[in-house]
């Protein structure tokens, strides 16, 4: 530094002594007027010409805050030499305290804007000011505001609901009707979203007690209060009764309010006062429009084949209400992306739960992938969002099984129609109908996969099957698409197909856990107890469902051998299991058929009545579910026979199931026989398991129980009409008869023997039991446990089994004195005939010839006629014998004290008597369109069974009709490897 610079320095610090010196100038540089710059002049020294510029940091050249000051010298235009740094000025302090709290007082105006307008704060305030609220009074309001904390995502959610708990338990019981309503929905709104066993606790009796309150000056407030508190009646029956009660109240006073009356039907269908509905409602049929009393008298005109009147009712209610369940179905969809891809974004950026992503880093490909569907799963299911875009869902789809009824309403209305064009126009609209219910699928694979159902319902299988085939050649029939596919036919009742495919599935699957859903799948799809419970042992051992189902397997197992007290061990053991899940319409259906199998073991009817209110339950969670719904009708015709049989028989006495052919010893004469089908027909369940079975025929077009159901209770109810619907359904398909053409294989070729007789070796010690236990008894049911056991015998003789058939026709002729019926007669002559037979064999050989060679195949009970049709030697030693002239008469007498019940084997029995019997069966014949018809539609459900085919014979021959059919049916039965003599 030379001396002139050191001495210039000097001579600055002399006269600027509050200057600092600087290493370098300050940086200064701004983009659009932004950025740091310097301003302003002062304290300007004539002597040196320099003067204090202020850096200043600014936006759009306006400074903002002062930084620092420098003394300058102009160098160049707009440029300056920086001496030193000098001391702000006190203005330039001043300026900067007053921006500083200015950023301060704005900071905290935002802090507290932010604070004051955040869900949480503002949550707070409105439950303060329910808080007010109901402290002036108003409690109704106060439980809206409650309501809708409780329901939101805030930290005042849990005190909003003991709010609003404590008014369920102060407020609700003296509160006025309105504001008792508002608290009651309320409440309902915010307890279903609890997982509690019982989440709605004691809001219902609470809310009765108001109701009774109410009731007493305003029954219309107390029903509207009452229907609100449906969601929480423990006891759907109770709770419309005590509807029913106030409603009856109301209409006294207002009979033409349609809306009252559409309420005061609902609870008459909910205590299946069917009867009621109809009377309240045909007056005002034209004004019901689009109600649920349209709904009603809809189905009760649909379940009575009333298709026109139910067309007319269902048709507005059900278009309206698919657009509301559409609508749902795709804001139910739209909230489960938004929540999915919410979710899953959380657990991508690291945001989940540590242990989740522990078990994640040790998991292999597969276990990582249902960690993430386990974890989004719980998420979804506890989305208090999502689950009222549920709950909205799930009331909207009520509707399915009413537009099910509408389509099968179009498809019989399509049937009677003459006019080709017309019917194909209203069965495209029985599709549509149909298609709809599946919503907003669009053309996706699923929807096809639909599509192929509904082609089986319209009885176009050929197409169903081919979409099938298509969606499995587009999948490489992969294992997914090879388990769905085999899921919906086996609901279409095309087992053995479903069978095949479910097995394709197991031999294909990728990997050990898929092996196990498929054959847990297979094993619902069993031939019998053994088989599943060898597909059960391949499934998964941890799965809680194979558990129980495996138990359920072994108990029928247990059965089968004799072994109850081990039956009843892995009964109450599935038992135990299912009470563990969570409820659905497989547990329920699977664990009330485990109560069936106790009720069979123990008699108790609670458990039977426990194990229909569990199908009943199921059902209405999924009321289009087929083998659910044909499940269900059998169980509730089960129920209807033991309603009707009452006291009069005791099933577990008798050792004998609960079935159709116990009403047999309930009548001996006409006058009974109707009485007892009044009481079997007027049963309020009759008329919904035939409701049901009309769905299960449509639903389930390829599988034989579906039409036998329905044609046993119209066979009952002697309805021609419904019984040649149900053969016209039958001709137009192609039942599935894999299954049943190889057990009629085995069991002629022997296979079975075995199983089968270590099976009745065990029953016959039970049933002879049985059968000495109920002599003291008497009556009905000691007659039925005889039955049972001279059946039993039959079998074992059709097996090559000897028996003590003196013994046998003795038991019986006691059983038909003690307790004369249809079935006690009967039971003697299936005696006498099994005695004849066992005589005959050893005195004729040709005779024992016929016997040895059809045994398996007719049994002695129709060997007998057949042996009487060759005529000859053979004949005139059958007929003569006297056991066979006895069973005559017993057949003769059945036919005057029971004409109605006369069959083509009764006629063939009767052949050559004397008295013009045979003939007047045949007479009585010509005019029993229902019996006629029965024996078609029997033998087409039946195609292997020789009995049939022999009945059909001779009910040509005795009509005077061409015996060519009955000959084709013969010839069928022998072809299909049946052993079956020809006339």
């Not at 007493?216 to 509207?224: F, I, L, T, V, W």
């Not at 119209?714 to 149900?726: C, I, K, T």
Request: with cysteine; proline share 4%; net charge neutral.
């Amino acid at each position: 530094m030379s001396d002139e610079h050191k001495d210039f320095q000097s001579m600055l610090r002399a006269r600027f002594p509050q200057m600092k010196p600087i290493g370098s100038p300050p940086a200064l540089g701004s983009i659009n007027g932004c950025g740091f710059m310097v301003y302003g002049e002062r304290d300007r020294d004539t002597e040196t010409g320099t003067y204090v510029k202020t850096l200043c940091f600014c936006l759009v050249f306006v400074p903002v805050l002062m930084l620092r000051a420098y003394r300058v010298a102009d160098a160049s235009p707009r440029g300056w030499y920086f001496l030193g740094s000098e001391p702000l000025s006190m203005l330039a302090k001043g300026w900067n305290a007053v921006v500083l709290f200015m950023a301060m007082t704005i900071g905290v105006g935002v802090w507290w804007g932010s604070v004051t307008s955040s869900p949480d704060y503002k949550a707070g305030l409105r439950v303060a000011a329910a808080d007010d609220l109901r402290d002036d009074g108003k409690p109704g309001r106060a439980a809206i505001i409650y309501k809708e904390v409780a329901t939101g995502a805030t930290s005042h959610a849990a005190e909003a609901s003991k709010r609003l708990d404590e008014l369920v338990s102060g407020a609700l019981i003296k509160a006025p009707a309105k504001d008792a309503k508002d608290i009651v929905d309320a409440a309902i709104a915010v307890r279903r979203r609890s997982k509690a066993d019982n989440p709605y606790g004691d809001l219902y009796a609470k809310g009765v007690e108001a109701v009774l309150r109410i009731g007493e000056a305003d029954p219309r407030a107390a029903s509207e209060l009452l229907e609100a508190l449906r969601p929480a009646a423990p006891d759907e029956k109770e709770f419309s009764e005590r509807q029913l009660a106030l409603l009856e109240r109301v209409l006294a006073k207002e009979p033409n309010d349609v809306a009252l009356a559409s309420r005061l039907a609902e609870s008459y269908e909910a205590t299946d006062n069917l009867d009621k509905c109809q009377a309240l409602l045909e007056p005002m049929r034209d004004k019901l429009g689009d109600s649920e009393a349209a709904r009603i008298l809809g189905q009760i005109y649909a379940a009575k084949g009333e298709h026109e009147k139910a067309y007319t009712l269902l048709e507005p209610y059900v278009k309206q209400r698919l657009n509301t369940l559409h609508n749902a179905e795709t804001a139910y969809q739209k909230a489960v992306e938004q929540a999915w891809k919410r979710e899953l974004n959380i657990l991508d950026k690291g945001r989940g739960p540590k242990s989740f992503y522990r078990q994640y880093e040790r998991a292999n490909e597969a276990a990582q992938e249902k960690l993430v569907q386990d974890y989004m799963a719980e998420k979804l299911r506890n989305d208090g969002g999502l689950a009222d875009r549920r709950e909205a869902l799930r009331e909207t789809a009520s509707v399915v099984p009413v537009a099910l009824d509408l389509g099968m309403v179009m498809l019989n209305r399509a049937q009677s129609l003459p006019d080709p064009a017309a019917r194909r126009k209203e069965l495209e609209a029985a599709e549509k109908t149909f298609l709809a219910i599946q919503g907003v699928a669009g053309e996706t694979d699923e929807y096809r996969l639909y599509l192929g159902q509904v082609y089986y319902w319209l009885g176009r299988h050929a197409e169903g099957h081919k979409l099938f085939d298509e969606l499995l050649a587009s999948h490489d029939r992969s294992h997914e698409w090879l388990t769905m596919v085999a899921t919906s036919l086996r609901n279409l009742g095309d087992t053995s197909a479903a069978r095949q495919l479910a097995e394709e599935a197991y031999n294909t699957a990728p990997d050990k856990e898929t092996k196990a859903r498929a054959a847990r799948l297979r094993s619902v799809m069993q031939v019998d107890a053994d088989d599943a419970i060898k597909w059960l042992k391949l499934a998964d051992p941890n799965d809680p469902e194979v558990k129980a189902s495996l138990n359920s397997a072994l108990g029928s197992q247990a059965i089968a051998r004799g072994d109850r007290d081990a039956a009843k061990k892995h009964l109450r053991i599935a038992i135990d299991a299912y009470d563990t899940m969570i409820e659905s319409t497989v547990s329920l259906n699977n664990c009330a058929l485990v109560y069936f199998q106790l009720y069979r073991l123990g008699g108790d009817r609670k458990d039977f009545d426990r194990g229909v209110e569990m199908m009943d339950k199921a059902v209405r969670m999924s009321p289009s579910e087929s083998i659910l719904l044909g499940n269900t009708a059998s169980v509730i015709l089960n129920k209807v026979v033991l309603d009707t049989t009452g006291d009069a028989i005791d099933f577990l006495a008798a050792d004998h199931n609960v079935q159709f052919d116990a009403l047999n010893f309930l009548y001996d004469e006409e006058s009974a026989r109707r009485g007892m089908i009044e009481r079997f027909m007027s049963h309020p369940d009759t008329a919904r398991a035939a409701s049901y079975g009309q769905k299960v025929m449509l639903l389930r077009p390829k599988n034989v129980e579906s039409y036998a159901l329905s044609s046993a209770v119209y066979a009952m109810a002697e309805d021609a009409d419904e019984l040649e619907s149900v053969l016209k359904r039958v001709r137009g398909v192609e039942l599935d008869m894999v299954d049943a053409r190889k057990l009629a294989q085995s069991y002629h070729a022997g296979e079975r023997d075995k199983q089968m007789l270590a099976e009745a070796r065990e029953s016959s010690d039970r049933l002879m039991r049985a059968v000495k236990a109920t002599a003291s008894v008497g009556g009905a049911t000691h007659a039925l446990a005889v039955s049972t056991l001279v059946e039993h015998r039959m079998t074992l003789v059709s097996l090559g089994q000897a028996v003590d058939a003196d013994e046998t026709v003795k038991l019986a002729e006691t059983a038909y004195a003690a307790a004369p019926s249809n079935g006690s007669r009967y039971t003697l002559v299936h005696a006498l005939l099994l005695r004849a037979a066992q005589n005959l064999t050893r005195i004729d050989a040709s005779f024992g010839q016929m016997v040895n060679q059809y045994r398996r195949s007719l049994g002695v009970m129709y060997l007998i006629p057949v042996a009487m049709e060759r005529g000859g030697a053979l004949a005139q030693a059958v007929s003569t014998h006297p056991d066979v002239r006895r069973a005559q008469d017993l057949v003769e007498v059945d036919t005057q004290r029971l004409p109605a019940t006369s069959s083509p084997w009764t006629w063939a029995m009767l052949q050559g008597r004397e008295g013009g019997a045979a003939q007047r069966v045949a007479a009585q014949w010509r005019t029993n369109r229902v019996r006629r018809l029965g024996l078609e539609l029997d033998g087409l459900l039946s195609p292997f069974d020789a009995t049939l085919a022999w009945k059909t014979y001779w009910a040509a021959k005795m009509t005077g009709g061409d015996p060519a059919a009955g000959l084709a049916r013969l010839r069928a039965v022998a072809a299909a490897g049946v052993p079956t003599p020809m006339p």
